[in-house]
């Protein structure tokens, strides 16, 4: 099996992914050019945020189809202020008019964000943190206990998604990381990833990151 990542984020998820993927599907293999696609091989490409992801897309699109050795080709974007439904539709039509096959494609839907994901851990959120201002966030919305995915944001604020990201941000620096987009760090770490799966498995919360562990699976069966 063989899969084109095109990634909305330009720093985190080219990151991300691969550290994952590595852990969760360790036989498919990164390869940094399409000349170099084989068996069991992933490429991955930045869209560099959204909607210029878009920009992009035509041209993943045709990359996939002139390689020939792609079997899917695999979206991961952020949901923001808008739904995974509604998101996914834009991608699936994008790509139906750009000549991709229904089958051939898969989208992640982070909802709302990556930062969204980091939250679900819940060692990693303390009961009783030492900033402040977490305490305030975690009486807001406790996501030790609730689906961070369905987390809105305060008026403070002026998105969801800058929301979710500043209070990972403190979460990270409570328990003394210090997250950046630039060098996720401990996020990537195989510890880190599966209590996200234990979260996961435990609640039948965050459904969005559901959908990639899923993917992982499907990757695992056919390499």
């Not at 990151?15 to 940094?32: S, T």
């Not at 189809?65 to 923001?80: A, H, P, S, Y």
């Not at 909802?111 to 977490?134: D, H, Q, Y």
Request: hydrophobic residues 35%; proline residues 5%; charged residues 30%.
């Amino acid at each position: 099996m063989n899969l084109y990542f095109l990634v909305e984020g330009k720093r985190t998820e080219k990151k991300l992914y691969p550290a994952w993927l590595e852990i969760l599907a360790p036989a498919l293999k990164r390869v940094e050019s399409l000349a170099d696609i084989d068996t069991c091989t992933y490429y991955i490409f930045s869209g560099n945020g959204y909607p210029s992801l878009f920009n992009h897309f035509e041209n993943a699109v045709k990359d996939y189809l002139v390689c020939g050795k792609f079997d899917r080709l695999v979206v991961c974007l952020d949901v923001d202020d808008s739904t995974p439904d509604a998101r996914s539709e834009i991608v699936a039509a994008t790509a139906k008019a750009a000549g991709l096959p229904e089958t051939e494609l898969s989208i992640i839907a982070q909802e709302c964000c990556i930062e969204t994901w980091f939250l679900g851990n819940r060692k990693a959120v303390s009961p009783t943190p030492n900033i402040s201002e977490l305490c305030k966030l975690l009486k807001y919305y406790n996501v030790r206990e609730n689906d961070p995915e369905a987390m809105g944001f305060p008026p403070e604020f002026s998105a969801r998604s800058v929301f979710h990201d500043h209070f990972f941000k403190l979460v990270s620096r409570d328990k003394g990381f210090r997250y950046t987009k630039t060098n996720p760090r401990h996020v990537t770490d195989e510890t880190y990833l599966r209590e996200l799966i234990a979260r996961r498995e435990d609640t039948k919360q965050m459904d969005s990151f559901g959908s990639f562990l899923a993917l992982c699976e499907e990757i695992s069966e056919k390499c």
